[in-house]
């Protein structure tokens, strides 16, 4: 009995997801050794260490990502995001290869801007039920 439980939660879970199957293939590939592997090939080929542990703040926004696309709602998707650690990522890589410290911030005010827009001017049908 507290099986079919189960996999009708599960069935219906799944029937909920924006892109049904595609976290479930994304949660499976193993995307912290891709980059440990890659990180450590072009430190030893290439001496790029210095630049290159950015990729490592690369695999909570994969994470992260894997959790948005089982979003059932369009609004939910794009609030799920990770727009944060990507902000972070760009403003680490225009802050250390193009040596713009000063002007770089102005990526997080662009977080901002989109955090409002989306929960200001998104509305999902689902929401209005």
């Known amino acids: 009995?507290?099986?079919?439980?189960?996999?009708?939660?599960?069935?219906?879970?799944?029937a909920a997801e924006r892109y049904p199957g595609l976290r479930t293939k994304l949660l499976k590939f193993?995307?912290?050794i891709v980059i440990v592997a890659f990180y450590v090939f072009l430190g030893?080929?290439?001496?790029?260490?210095?630049?290159m542990w950015?990729?490592?703040l690369t695999i909570p926004a994969y994470?992260?990502?894997?959790?948005a696309v089982g979003k059932s709602t369009e609004k939910g998707f794009l609030l799920a995001l990770p727009v944060v650690p990507v902000s972070v990522i760009l403003y680490l890589i225009a802050g250390f290869a193009l040596h713009l410290w000063k002007y770089a911030w102005i990526i997080f005010i662009l977080d901002l801007i989109y955090y409002w827009y989306i929960g200001t001017y998104k509305n999902d049908a689902e929401d209005k039920t």
């Open 44 to 51: 030893f080929l290439a001496h790029l260490w210095h630049p």
């Open 54 to 56: 950015l990729l490592f």
């Open 1 to 14: 009995m507290a099986e079919k439980k189960v996999v009708k939660v599960t069935a219906k879970a799944k």
């Open 30 to 32: 193993p995307y912290p």
């Open 63 to 67: 994470y992260q990502l894997t959790d």
